[in-house]
């Protein structure tokens, strides 16, 4: 048997909740790559929708999803992920399977462009009303840096007190790796 690493674990969870010809939400859409991996997910005949603040993330996302051949199952908004509930049309809230939410600051990009704890909750909460039963939200947490640290520890305050009736919450995390390694926060609606 082999761990899952943080990234494969997260897309593991994905995986099993987002279905073909659902409603998926990449809540960080940064440099694309998880938008990539959502499209291929919910096919065809689903959809896709993207968010981030920086233009360059759409950009460097649009061009890789239109190499790939996914430009036209995802919709990017040029918004925060605080905005989910009123972005997403009616006809696919009730279609969404899953979420993700990659914390932190884009990769090679400007660190101090960060997501915040009080925005990204304000999403969490908004994406789990629009949430299929069976539907998961998962967050990849980075908190090497100082607001990173705040977002962990507010985060962690807001999923454990969700109601036990109205969702699975699940810890992932190597407790033995050095220069505070990312973990998952995983909400799965019941
Ligand atoms: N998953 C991405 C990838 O595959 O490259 C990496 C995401 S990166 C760690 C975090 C992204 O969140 C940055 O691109 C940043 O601009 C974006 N961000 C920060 N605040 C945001 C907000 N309120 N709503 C949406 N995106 C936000």
């Known amino acids: 048997m082999k761990m899952e690493g943080i990234l494969p674990f997260a897309r593991l969870l994905l995986e099993k909740a987002v279905m073909k010809g659902s409603a998926a939400i990449d809540a960080t ?6 938008t990539v991996f959502l499209a ?3 096919g065809e005949e689903g959809r896709v929708f993207g968010f981030d603040i ?6 460097n996302t649009t061009s890789r999803l239109k190499e790939q051949g996914l430009n036209e199952q995802v919709t990017l908004f040029d918004r925060g992920h605080e905005q989910a509930a009123s972005c997403i049309p009616p006809e696919w809230k009730s ?3 899953g979420a993700v939410f990659n914390l932190g600051y884009l990769p090679k990009g400007d660190k101090s ?3 915040k704890p009080e925005t990204t909750i304000t999403a969490v909460k908004q994406i789990f009303e629009m949430l299929v039963p069976g539907g998961i ?5 980075y908190h090497g840096h100082e607001e990173g640290r705040e977002e962990k520890e507010k985060l962690i305050d ?3 007190k969700i109601d036990q009736q109205k969702a699975h919450v699940l810890r992932y995390e190597f407790i033995n790796q050095a220069n505070n ?3 998952i926060l995983a909400i799965e609606k019941r």
């Open 29 to 34: 859409v940064g440099n694309g790559h998880d």
């Open 40 to 42: 291929r997910l919910v």
């Open 54 to 59: 920086q233009e360059k993330a759409l950009i």
């Open 95 to 97: 279609r969404l399977t």
């Open 113 to 115: 462009i960060v997501t």
């Open 137 to 141: 939200i998962v967050l990849v947490i």
């Open 158 to 160: 807001f999923v454990e």
């Open 181 to 183: 390694p990312p973990f």
